[in-house]
């Protein structure tokens, strides 16, 4: 049996190369696998703490979590190719009209 | 029964006012009169049952229902009448009946829906004073006091869109705050002394006390009260309303000078006559502001020349006698002259009013002359109210005048009644002065050009538009048309009533019951619980009368013969110098230049004012107030925290790049930084 620390540090790692490929990468479409990245590796803790307590309760959350990435996926797609029909672009540091 | 009194002017004010301007002319006018007729018809009746009381159980009061009522205090809203109020509502609603029929054809020159407004403006007056006499406590008074202030602002400005009519409204709407507001200490100080409002129960309260010593608080309460009348009662040092007030249609100038608004300074200290006889000091100072007001108006009145203005001050001057009777303690006198003053007055304002019709719109007497013959109704009717108004014997207000001349004399005033003689004189003399400059002598076109151009009537003003019709035929041109029928009709009752008014109160010296004096009696004492103390005190106070009258009756004969000497004098001085010898006058004038400018000019009174009231508080308020105040704190608050606002922001501002990855990179440090506190901490 693998002990829980391990998952974690997995998840942690996971958690980290996601998160730094959200603020390194230039690419819109990385971005958004980055993002997903960042998701599975919470959805591996959720699993890992589910099955070290002895319940599905983890598994239940991960399916959420689930679901909730895929509609975030499509959406997040439709919007990025949205976006590069109106600039021609994917770097995310060309679009900063978000302000006053 | 009673409401019923109020109630109808209201009912007229509240059609006239909502569906008037799509009536036509005869139903508002019409509809207004005969509010104010039935109204009248309703006093009539109430009066009657008053009568047929006993004469110290003449009281009928009727609560409509509880106003306020906080703890201890309660306030009713009562209608009573007593014989003192009898008399006003008479006054009011009679008087009132005929200005309506007056004015609804002198108004007729107005549109449909000026027409209407005027009228309900007119019924809304005549309800408001209604409720003034009739209420019961110095809160429902005040109503009304408010009331009539509120209505002669809206009448006196009613040509509003000339400056001059909109200012003279304003100006007394302003002056009559300054009186109300000491009204409201006065009432309030008298709240707090006695802990009621109700006049009847401060009169039993007072009477049993000891005369005010020396400025105590009935003073001071009772000289609040007072200064609030002056207000209202046009006298020194608040009159300067009421000679500005002729910029309103002329039979509103008669509505206030003698049916409403005026006498509601005088009704008031007749109300609170037991409150005011307790406070010698506030008695001496109204005595003395009225004979002062009285003489200062009459002189005034000697040297104008607009009708109307001449008018005006022999009101203020009247007004003054009837202040001196208050405060030499004559209440009933005072009372009598109020009443057959509002017949001649209203007699002489409406005969005016009915000149200037006849002229179009020509106020100047200096214009006038010779109308005798071609306004034949007017020049009677105007005589006979100067006649009155001079004291003449025989007429109504001989009989009044010299009624309060007699009791300032014999309690002892004798410079208040030199003061009154001569102003007396004066009264004859100025009015005889209009009366011949109007009527008599040559008609006169091209005098000077008016000095106030912009005072003239635009009722009249429409009839000269009507003109040039008449112009067709040249032997039309210079014809005077005396007045229509409901103005003709108004002047002859009027004058009748100048003649006959006065003989309700026959002095004692003359064989006559005094009946009036009788009648008012009872509403200037006390009330106690008891019925059968109060009408030993009645039958006491009558004999003391008689017995007095007995003694002084050749004293009285003898003031009497010195009033009628000094009345012909006077109109024997006016017809001398204005019918025979009108060259005296200028010559006069030219003699004495500086008393001439000072008299013609009203003592530069409104000058003074403006230089010391006026001109203060606009440079306190512009320079001080707005400039300083507004502009800088005020304003400067405002504009302060919107430029903090704006400075931190502009810093906030570069927070906001607008880069998606910034925004989530602080998010991520600081849920990074939270998180790391808690697990470090």
């Known amino acids: 049996m693998i002990p829980l620390g391990n998952y974690l540090v997995v998840s942690a790692i996971l958690f980290a190369i996601g998160t730094a490929g959200v603020f390194l990468r230039r690419n819109l479409i990385t971005i958004l696998l980055s993002i997903e990245i960042m998701l599975n590796a919470v959805n591996l803790s959720f699993v890992a703490f589910g099955r070290w307590q002895g319940t599905v309760d983890g598994q239940i959350i991960t399916f959420f979590v689930m679901t909730v990435a895929a509609a975030e996926a499509a959406v997040g797609l439709a919007i990025v190719i949205a976006l590069f029909r109106h600039r021609e672009s994917l770097n995310p540091d060309a679009f900063t009209s978000l302000k006053w | 029964m009673l409401p019923l009194i109020p109630l109808f002017p209201l009912l007229g004010f509240a059609i006239n006012a909502s569906m008037g301007r799509r009536l036509p002319k005869a139903v508002s006018g019409g509809l207004a009169s005969l509010v104010m007729l039935a109204s009248f018809a309703v006093s009539v009746v109430v009066v009657w049952q008053l009568a047929n009381l006993a004469p110290t159980q003449r009281l009928i009061e009727q609560t409509l229902y509880t106003w306020i009522a906080s703890g201890d205090f309660v306030l009713d809203l009562t209608l009573r009448v007593d014989p003192l109020a009898a008399v006003m509502i008479l006054v009011i609603t009679g008087i009132g009946s005929l200005i309506h029929i007056y004015s609804t054809a002198y108004m007729h020159e107005e549109s449909d829906p000026e027409y209407a407004r005027y009228f309900s403006y007119l019924n809304l007056f005549a309800f408001f004073m209604l409720v003034l006499v009739l209420g019961a406590n110095f809160v429902v008074l005040f109503v009304g006091w408010e009331g009539v202030g509120l209505c002669s602002y809206l009448l006196i400005g009613f040509w509003f869109e000339k400056k001059s009519a909109a200012d003279a409204g304003k100006k007394a709407f302003v002056v009559n705050r300054i009186g109300d507001y000491a009204f409201i200490l006065g009432t309030l100080l008298l709240f707090v002394r006695f802990g009621t409002l109700d006049f009847q129960r401060i009169a039993s309260a007072v009477a049993p006390l000891a005369t005010d010593p020396d400025f105590g608080p009935l003073s001071v309460a009772t000289l609040l009260l007072f200064i609030g009348a002056t207000g209202k009662s046009a006298q020194i040092p608040l009159y300067v309303w009421l000679p500005d007030a002729m910029e309103g249609p002329t039979p509103v100038s008669a509505l206030i000078h003698a049916a409403t608004m005026v006498t509601a300074g005088v009704y008031m ?68 002259h109020l009443y057959t003053h509002a017949f001649f007055k209203a007699c002489l304002f409406l005969g005016s009013g009915a000149v200037i019709h006849a002229l179009h719109g020509e106020q100047d007497i200096r214009n006038m002359g010779g109308l005798k013959t071609g306004l034949p109704i007017t020049y009677w009717t105007f005589l006979i109210g100067s006649l009155a108004i001079a004291g003449v014997p025989g007429l109504a207000g001989f009989f009044s005048k010299d009624e309060i001349l007699f009791e300032t004399f014999a309690h002892g005033h004798t410079i208040l009644w030199t003061i009154g003689i001569l102003t007396s004189l004066l009264t004859a003399t100025y009015m005889f002065r209009l009366v011949f400059l109007t009527f008599h002598g040559e008609r006169r076109h091209q005098a000077p050009a008016p000095e106030h151009p912009e005072e003239q009537e635009p009722a009249a003003h429409h009839a000269d538009a009507a003109q040039p019709s008449h112009q067709l035929h040249p032997s039309h041109s210079s014809h005077l048309h005396d007045a229509p029928s409901a103005m003709a009709l108004a002047l002859v009752v009027l004058a009748l009533g100048s003649v006959l008014a006065g003989y309700v109160g026959i002095p004692h010296a003359l064989g006559g019951g005094n009946a009036i004096a009788t009648w008012l009696a009872p ?153 790391g506190y808690y697990l470090w901490r």
């Open chain 2, 269 to 336: 200290i007749g109300r609170n006559a037991v409150l005011f006889s307790h406070a010698p000091e506030t008695m001496a100072v109204v005595a003395v502001i009225g004979a002062a007001t009285a003489l200062m108006a009459g002189t005034i009145g000697l040297v104008q020349n607009d009708i109307k203005r001449v008018l005006a001050y022999s009101t203020v001057s009247q007004l003054g006698y009837m202040f001196l009777a208050m405060g030499v303690g004559a209440f009933g006198a005072g009372i009598f």
């Open chain 2, 523 to 675: 509403s200037f004492s006390a009330r106690s619980v008891t019925t059968l103390a109060e009408g030993q005190v009645a039958e006491a106070g009558q004999n003391g009368r008689g017995e007095a009258a007995e003694g002084e009756r050749g004293l009285e004969l003898s003031l009497m013969a010195v009033s009628s000497i000094v009345a012909f004098v006077g109109i024997g001085l006016a017809a001398f110098i204005w019918l025979k010898r009108r060259e005296i006058a200028d010559r006069m004038a030219a003699t004495f230049p500086g008393v001439y400018r000072l008299l013609l000019n009203k003592y530069y009174v409104d000058e003074i004012y403006d230089a010391t009231v006026v001109q203060p508080i606009r440079i306190v308020s512009q320079e001080g107030l707005w400039r300083g105040v507004d502009v800088h704190i005020i304003d400067g608050a405002v504009n302060g925290t919107a430029s903090i606002v704006d400075g931190s922001s502009s810093l906030l501002r570069r927070l906001q790049s607008g880069s998606v990855r910034a925004y989530a990179g602080s998010l991520f440090i600081g849920v990074v930084l939270i998180l």
